[in-house]
């Protein structure tokens, strides 16, 4: 039987290449979507989750208020963990990790020197490797990081920095100490929060945290360091919070009552962490949000395929009536027609999972999709049994769908009218087919508006005035003490370049470093007062280098002691602190500090970090020496020759350091990379929907002109115009695309100002687009349906009045 149905299928695809190859075409771009977003879920919903412990791992953060200060952080202090362990029987093992700055590493042989800056370096304790699942190339995972200054490199790494050479008890210079490298390890997988290429050993103690023997109730507050605890199977966390209350009264509370401070401590299972965090870390957490969108948009995409094969079949009944009835005559049973047409429905699904194969090996392994998306994904089958299994499912699935109603429907052709040749299709089919049609088209609209106004909004967070020049500001990072002490003259040097304009330095980069709570006194109507600001840490010159306005006061001076004397602050400290009035000579000095210092100045608000946030209130502090990055303005006009001054330049200055440089405006709209990914992806799922859409109408265009040849001659006939045979056969679907029109532009409506919700800065919704894109939708079916019309409505009344 089975045998039979797939001959049939066959003969049948063969039949009628033009709607199989739409259907298949359809079907395929639904699977290949499909798997694509599977792949992408895959790794979402699975980080962190190919360490063996991970349903008993847990990160310990926090949440601290005080007065003027509340903030949520997944750090936590570092001696914590170990209390923690020695004091808490259900603690089986505590773990810390400090990510550490970018920095430089060397390795030196046969004189010969490879260095390279290294952003992902963690520094941990020595039973890492006995909480976290590592796969080791060599070295012994359980002694690895015993000694201090021993080093694991992921393979990836040792392979930059020793080709294939055997890394072990090698030495390499990290920042200025050497270690050695104990251990090699399997590249960590992208989808873990945990990332690094080199982890050092032995995470020291703070020194400043003892006092008289005793530590210092202050250290708790100040978390500095990543902490995983490992818990017994099922642990509730409810239970650690209840028990926490004997640590905080015995460690914290003693400077908490000085600053009138709560802590709460935070427990997140490892494999929750990257989509169910609200704590603040350095890895970026992922968007559940954006997840169901996708998955919601792929479920569309799909529906799409299936609605074009349920279109395309009923529609074709009438050819086929006569075939059905002349089955049911020689003993077909109806149960029997049912799955004939199922097993249609999924043969061709079957074909359309080969083709979507193709396609998605093609877009990940000869496009830059993986890049674009920021992720690794890859089509393995082998090594991936979910997604072979899943890609079965979801294409048996889709056949199922897209086959169940014309297997219901086309059996209960009635017989004697079919063989008569009388059979038309009933209401029921039309009215269904409309509806169908009417859903294609609003969820096409639906995407292709939310992706016009995701790029308008992306537009204009590029586009607006930031309060501060970031065009063409070329940073290079000062990398060397000798540098730094003669930074003045080498600014000066750098001046005498015409195509250079201003220079200055700053520890802080816009955009990338700028922000987190300090604690600081300052001056209010009932006295000093403690309050959290964000800092930045600027040399000389350097509001007026950056094109921002000072509106109070005045900047730092050279040489005139203001690293001692106060501090800069933004109009939001100034409001924050009800200083409008006179906000000039204010008391503020760090927590700690015995001398006050004053508001030297202020400056107007400007956006340091991205348009998501509201700008915070900043204080700016003239650094000691200046260092962090020269920020250097250079003219557009004659770049190429700009730089190479500047790295000739900067490489006779520092000959000891890499020269690396990058430039303002693109550092600062990397903070809008998730959202351009988003955006991106959503781009490419809207041109699917609208094409998938546009190939059943294209089917359904041509079954129609067929259908109506004769109608459209006897027209004609009677001095019928080329257009006005168009516009029958067109009318009904524009009235389709208007109705879905009218339909989705709500839902549209709310589904933006949603997302719009995430930024502090958000763009005017231009209500035009809505009417642009149903006026493209009502263009498209017009030429869609106009090119099988128009040959129609063009052949020979003669021809037509022939046609059976």
């Not at 600027?538 to 004397?565: C, P």
Request: hydrophobic share 45%.
């Amino acid at each position: 039987m089975l045998k039979t149905h797939l001959k049939f299928s066959t003969r049948v695809f063969l039949k009628d290449k033009f709607f199989s190859t739409l259907n298949i075409l359809g079907l395929a771009l639904g699977i290949a979507v499909s798997i694509i977003l599977l792949l992408i879920l895959q790794n979402d919903l699975t980080y962190d989750q190919y360490h063996e412990k991970h349903a008993r791992i847990y990160r310990l953060g926090g949440h601290l208020s005080a007065t003027g200060i509340d903030i949520r952080v997944a750090r936590s202090a570092r001696e914590l963990g170990k209390i923690l362990q020695d004091e808490l029987p259900e603690v089986e093992s505590c773990v810390r990790a400090n990510s550490w700055d970018r920095t430089l590493v060397k390795y030196e042989a046969g004189g010969e020197e490879k260095a390279f800056y290294e952003e992902n370096i963690v520094r941990t304790d020595s039973n890492y490797f006995q909480i976290f699942t590592h796969e080791f190339i060599a070295g012994n995972p359980k002694t690895c990081l015993v000694d201090l200054n021993t080093m694991v490199m992921s393979e990836s790494t040792a392979k930059r920095y020793f080709g294939n050479e055997n890394a072990l008890d090698k030495s390499v210079i990290v920042g200025d100490q050497q270690y050695k490298v104990t251990g090699v390890i399997k590249d960590v997988p992208e989808n873990t929060h945990l990332k690094f290429d080199i982890l050092l050993s032995q995470l020291v103690d703070r020194e400043w945290v003892i006092e008289n023997g005793q530590l210092k109730s202050e250290a708790f507050w100040n978390p500095d360091v990543y902490t995983y605890l490992l818990m017994p199977e099922n642990y509730n966390p409810e239970d650690f919070n209840a028990k926490f209350t004997s640590i905080f009264t015995k460690y914290f509370k003693s400077f908490g009552d000085q600053v009138g401070g709560k802590y709460e401590p935070v427990l997140e299972r490892l494999d929750k962490i990257h989509l169910h965090s609200t704590l603040e870390a350095d890895e970026p957490h992922g968007n559940l949000s954006y997840l169901y969108a996708f998955t919601g948009i792929g479920f569309f995409i799909i529906l799409l395929a299936c609605i074009n094969y349920m279109n395309l079949s009923t529609a074709k009944s009438v050819n086929r009536a006569a075939e059905i009835a002349m089955k049911k005559t020689l003993g077909s049973s109806k149960r029997d027609l049912v799955f004939s047409f199922l097993g249609e429905s999924i043969f061709l699904s079957c074909i359309a999972l080969v083709l979507a194969v193709g396609m998605v090996y093609t877009v990940l392994e000869a496009t830059s999709f993986n890049s674009l998306i920021d992720k690794k994904l890859t089509l393995d089958f082998v090594h991936n049994p979910l997604l072979l299994f899943g890609a079965i499912g979801l294409t048996l699935g889709i056949g199922i769908v897209s086959g169940l109603y014309p297997a219901f429907y086309l059996p209960g052709i009635p017989t004697i009218q079919a063989l008569k040749g009388a059979f038309k299709n009933q209401k029921s089919s039309l009215v269904l087919r409309k509806v169908l049609i009417t859903t294609q088209f609003a969820i096409s609209i639906f995407v292709v508006v939310c992706t016009l106004f995701m790029q308008h909004q992306i537009d204009y967070v590029r586009s607006t005035e930031l309060g501060f020049n970031k065009e063409n500001m070329l940073l290079l990072p000062i990398q060397d003490t000798i540098i730094e002490k003669q930074i003045g003259s080498i600014k000066s040097d750098f001046l005498q370049n015409p195509n250079i304009l201003e220079a200055t330095t700053s520890y802080n980069v816009l955009g990338m470093n700028v922000g987190g709570s300090t604690v600081m006194m300052v001056e209010s109507e009932t006295g000093m007062k403690q309050q959290a600001f964000s800092l930045m840490f600027v040399g000389d010159d350097y509001i007026e280098s950056m094109g921002m306005k000072l509106i109070a006061g005045r900047d730092f001076v050279a040489g005139n002691g203001d690293a001692q004397k106060g501090f800069i602050a933004n109009e939001a400290a100034v409001k924050l602190m009800g200083w409008d009035k006179d906000p000039i000579g204010k008391k503020v000095k760090f927590f700690h500090d015995k001398d006050d210092k004053q508001i030297l100045g202020v400056v107007k608000d400007f956006n340091f970090n991205s348009l998501h946030n509201k700008v915070e209130p900043l204080l700016m502090v003239r650094a000691g020496n200046e260092g962090g990055f020269l920020h250097l303005k250079i003219k557009g006009d004659r770049l190429p020759e700009t730089m190479k001054y500047i790295q000739e330049k900067w490489t006779s200055l520092d000959p000891n350091h890499p020269y690396e440089y990058f430039f303002l405006d693109q550092r600062f709209n990397e903070q809008y990379r998730a959202d351009e990914i988003q955006y991106k992806l959503l781009s490419g799922l809207s041109y699917i929907c609208i094409f998938i859409s546009l190939l059943g109408l294209l089917g359904l265009s041509a079954f129609t002109a067929a259908q109506r040849t004769k109608e459209i001659g006897i027209r004609k006939v009677h001095g019928a115009s080329i257009p006005s045979i168009i516009y029958l056969l067109y009318k009904d679907v524009m009235y389709l695309v208007i109705i879905a029109a009218i339909i989705i532009v709500p839902v549209a409506y709310y589904s933006i100002t949603q997302w719009l919700g995430n930024f502090a800065y958000k763009a005017n919704i231009n209500y035009m687009l809505f009417a642009l894109v149903a006026l493209v939708a009502l263009l498209f079916t017009f030429m869609t349906v106009a090119f099988h019309s128009l040959r129609t409505a063009r052949t020979n009344p003669v021809d037509s009045l022939k046609h059976e």
